[in-house]
């Protein structure tokens, strides 16, 4: 099937553009088939007033949360793996016009800082939208607590990382269409009503095998919420054995990827056609004095090829970008290996240095040419190596801004020895900015901006890590 979607006619109020079933999101050890349901252009409250509607609203959800976070559709637009890169040290800009992002002062009126915020509010009502109509026309038998369950999993996944990317204070809506109103959240209540739809997932889902890896991501998805709240030793219990109450512990193995299309009709990976297919970014090595060494360093979970160098749009040299090989090449949302390592900074945390080395090093014994790491001997070097693990481990999947702001706000870094910093490639210096911000669309709610707001920085609660 082919539905071509304009995404940029759906508001944040509304959903109306819909993406189609072929962005399905699939667990990588057990892949689901492409939902068979046909996706319309349009959904309206009629069309979805019975089963079938109903079904079509969740392949649209899935589809517009596979949007938000790692898709674009036509080259509309960039994903929030990406923005979020742009903005950390995983990539900087070779298209000119884009550089406020990558220097760290960002102007939230212009591509690619605003990118991912209308998607965002797109995914988010399309999950709730989801969820209220499979409550209302469920499907038969088992599958209403499996979709359902689903649905919430990834609710609580677009609020986690929501509070990992932007400022302190943004709107959340109510999706409802007779009285619309947003609320303003701040990042610890965004990560505790994640943590609420993660609990509501584990209880719609059952304990049957087609449910585990559901059931897996969930536990995965509210450990790492957990970690963003400084709490290590509930996110450690929840991924370890009977974590869910039920079930073993998450396996090292299991990989739950969201998946993308082949046609640009529809949603593709985002980094494939912006730095790949196009390039209008390049994969960062050692930005700014502070970046991690990407490139260079050769690692073979880092699939760049510095050797061979190209001119990005701006004539920037970028090198080739393989880490995302084609236009349905999938993006990990949570794995075994993170469960692993939340594992490894509970024991961190707790002194536990054997434990610690342990897991960081069975890690790393499932990938084919990286030797074990002895103890670097001290606390410092630690979360050196930790954090270094954790970016080359989940390189473009949405983590890296997240943990570079826990560097600051959990472990008492300097901002300027965490992000880029000092002369910027393209002139002048580095800014100071550490998190994304509303589009400065947004302006136009007046719950949140309001008459006379024109800055989306100063409403805000704050920029802070």
């Known amino acids: 099937m082919s539905t071509r979607i304009d995404v940029a006619r759906a508001s944040r109020w509304t959903v109306l553009g819909l993406l189609a079933a072929g962005a399905a999101i699939t667990a990588a050890c057990s892949r689901e088939q492409l939902l068979e349901v046909q996706t319309p252009d349009q959904i309206t409250t009629t069309s979805t007033a019975s089963p079938t509607g109903a079904q079509a609203q969740r392949v649209a959800a899935i589809g517009l949360f596979a949007r938000y976070f790692g898709g674009d559709i036509g080259g509309g637009g960039i994903s929030l793996n990406l923005t979020t890169a742009i903005l950390a040290d995983e990539a900087y800009t070779a298209r000119s016009g884009t550089e406020h992002l990558d220097s760290r002062t960002q102007n939230p009126n212009t591509f690619p800082a605003n990118a991912p915020w209308s998607p965002y509010g797109n995914a988010y009502n399309g999950i709730v939208r989801a969820i209220r109509a499979l409550n209302t026309y469920p499907p038969a038998g088992a599958a209403k607590g499996t979709q359902i369950g689903q649905l919430y999993m990834l609710e609580g996944f677009t609020l986690t990382t929501l509070a990992e990317a932007y400022c302190n204070g943004v709107p959340v809506s109510n999706v409802t269409d007779d009285a619309p109103s947003t609320t303003m959240m701040s990042t610890t209540e965004l990560y505790n009503r994640a943590i609420v739809m993660y609990d509501s997932a584990l209880a719609t889902l059952s304990t049957s095998a087609a449910d585990q890896q559901f059931r897996y991501a969930t536990r995965i998805g509210k450990a790492r919420t957990y970690i963003d709240l400084n709490q290590y030793d509930k996110a450690a219990a929840l991924v370890g054995a009977a974590g869910d109450g039920s079930s073993?512990?998450?396996?090292?193995?299991f990989v739950y990827n969201v998946e993308f299309s082949n046609s640009t009709a529809l949603s593709v990976n985002s980094v494939y056609d912006w730095m790949l297919a196009t390039k209008n970014f390049g994969a960062s090595d050692k930005e700014g004095g502070t970046g991690l060494d990407y490139v260079s360093a050769k690692d073979p979970r880092i699939l760049v090829d510095g050797t061979r160098v190209g001119p990005g749009q701006d004539g920037t040299p970028t090198p080739l970008m393989n880490q995302f090989p084609n236009t349905n090449s999938p993006v990990t949302l949570a794995s075994g290996i993170e469960a692993r390592l939340i594992e490894a900074e509970n024991s961190l945390k707790a002194g536990d240095v054997a434990s610690f080395m342990s897991?960081?090093?069975?890690?790393?014994?499932?990938?084919?040419?990286?030797a074990p790491f002895t103890d670097p001997g001290s606390a410092s070097t630690r979360i050196d190596m930790l954090f270094r693990e954790r970016a080359f481990w989940m390189y473009f999947t949405s983590h890296r801004l997240g943990?570079?702001?826990?560097?600051?706000r959990q472990y008492g870094r300097d901002a300027e020895t965490v992000f880029p910093t000092g002369p910027y490639l393209h002139g002048g210096r580095y800014g100071t900015e550490v998190v994304l911000v509303p589009a400065q669309t947004e302006l136009n709610n007046p719950s949140w901006g309001g008459p006379g707001s024109t800055d989306p920085k100063a409403v805000c609660s704050d920029m802070k890590a």
């Open 403 to 408: 943990d570079m702001r826990r560097l600051v």
């Open 359 to 370: 897991a960081i090093n069975g890690a790393r014994a499932t990938k084919t040419g990286l």
């Open 248 to 253: 073993g512990a998450v396996p090292t193995s």
